[in-house]
């Protein structure tokens, strides 16, 4: 597959350092703000296809990131939406919330209890499977893209999409424009851009993510779009069960292949967090 150089999207460095090497592809730290980032990357063709199938091709083989529902999402993201959007907030009036790179829709799911009756939920989602699985449960989430969806929207939501984004400041620069003045902006992320690789759980799941953020770009990023951060909450990783089988089943094919495994437990002093965010649209 062709691969192509970039510099940091944040401020335009072209110099880096090396952060971690996973399946064949580099993840690159800019020596002048610290964002990390993939380099060299999959062309914009490569990416887009990706995201419609979930298979990413790797040196070997490919990367399966489909994934399914899960009704442990549906309750965390209920929880920690409520802790940025109080109750009586949401129920105040009716909202139009777009939620962006909606997966399974499991954010839809928590908003559906949250919010006021009589709002417009919808999701956007590339990924041709999992738009299939929720139209045949009901669930409103297309495959459009976001220039063909018309109006204006009081409150968009991107989780954990953030780093799939090929360049995020001029995403959320485009976005603006479909926010409603003062409108709403909800992402959640981790902060791997302010950690070593050491700290990050798990695998990097290269070239699926493209970048990794830390606060300050965060903050950054959105100030540079045109956002005002009104409140940001910091949760602690943890591995569960499954997901350490899986890693650890992952870790025996690594080994088979010669790859250096990956960590699979959450060491206590990581400073790693997962970052949930709420910004309002500037004027």
Same mark, same amino acid.
């Given at each position: 597959?062709?691969? @192509?150089?970039?510099?940091?999207?944040?401020?335009?460095? $072209?110099?880096? @350092?090396?952060?971690? #090497?996973?399946?064949?592809?580099?993840?690159?730290?800019?020596?002048?703000?610290?964002?990390?980032?993939?380099?060299?990357?999959?062309?914009?063709?490569?990416?887009?296809?990706?995201?419609?199938?979930?298979?990413?091709?790797?040196?070997?083989?490919?990367?399966?990131?489909?994934?399914?529902?899960?009704?442990?999402?549906? !309750?965390?993201?209920?929880?920690?939406?409520?802790? *940025?959007?109080?109750?009586?907030?949401?129920?105040?009036?009716?909202?139009?919330?777009?939620?962006?790179?909606?997966?399974?829709?499991?954010?839809?799911?928590?908003?559906?209890?949250?919010?006021?009756?009589?709002?417009?939920?919808?999701?956007? @989602?590339?990924?041709?499977?999992?738009?299939?699985?929720?139209?045949?449960?009901?669930?409103?989430?297309?495959? +459009?893209?976001?220039?063909?969806?018309?109006?204006?929207?009081?409150?968009?939501?991107?989780?954990?999409?953030?780093?799939?984004?090929? !360049?995020?400041?001029?995403?959320?620069?485009?976005?603006?424009?479909?926010?409603?003045?003062?409108?709403?902006?909800?992402?959640?992320?981790?902060?791997?851009?302010?950690?070593? #690789? $050491?700290?990050?759980?798990?695998?990097?799941?290269?070239?699926?993510?493209?970048?990794?953020?830390?606060?300050?770009?965060?903050?950054?990023?959105? !100030?540079?779009?045109?956002?005002?951060?009104?409140?940001?909450? #910091?949760?602690? +990783?943890?591995?569960?069960?499954?997901?350490?089988?899986?890693?650890?089943?992952?870790? *025996? +094919?690594?080994? $088979?292949?010669?790859?250096?495994?990956?960590?699979?437990?959450?060491?206590?002093?990581?400073?790693? #967090?997962?970052?949930?965010?709420?910004?309002?649209?500037?004027?």
């Amino acid at each position: 597959m062709q691969l @192509e150089h970039v510099a940091c999207y944040l401020c335009g460095e $072209s110099r880096s @350092e090396p952060w971690a #090497r996973e399946s064949g592809y580099s993840m690159v730290k800019c020596l002048n703000c610290g964002l990390v980032y993939l380099n060299p990357r999959p062309l914009l063709s490569d990416i887009d296809a990706a995201a419609r199938t979930g298979m990413h091709r790797l040196d070997r083989g490919v990367l399966r990131m489909v994934g399914r529902h899960s009704s442990l999402k549906v !309750d965390e993201f209920c929880q920690k939406t409520s802790a *940025l959007f109080p109750q009586e907030e949401l129920r105040s009036e009716p909202c139009r919330w777009l939620d962006i790179g909606a997966g399974f829709g499991e954010l839809l799911e928590a908003l559906d209890v949250l919010v006021a009756s009589g709002s417009e939920l919808l999701g956007l @989602e590339p990924c041709e499977a999992k738009v299939k699985w929720c139209q045949s449960r009901g669930i409103p989430v297309t495959s +459009a893209e976001l220039r063909d969806i018309s109006g204006e929207f009081t409150h968009v939501s991107l989780v954990n999409v953030f780093s799939h984004l090929p !360049d995020p400041v001029e995403f959320f620069e485009g976005l603006r424009i479909r926010l409603k003045p003062r409108g709403q902006l909800l992402l959640a992320t981790g902060n791997a851009g302010d950690i070593p #690789r $050491s700290e990050f759980p798990g695998s990097l799941y290269l070239p699926d993510h493209l970048s990794f953020s830390g606060e300050g770009h965060m903050r950054a990023i959105l !100030d540079k779009a045109g956002y005002k951060v009104i409140a940001m909450q #910091r949760y602690r +990783a943890g591995v569960t069960g499954e997901n350490r089988l899986v890693g650890h089943l992952k870790n *025996l +094919a690594r080994k $088979s292949l010669r790859r250096p495994a990956v960590p699979l437990r959450i060491d206590e002093n990581s400073r790693f #967090r997962f970052l949930w965010i709420r910004a309002e649209r500037c004027a």
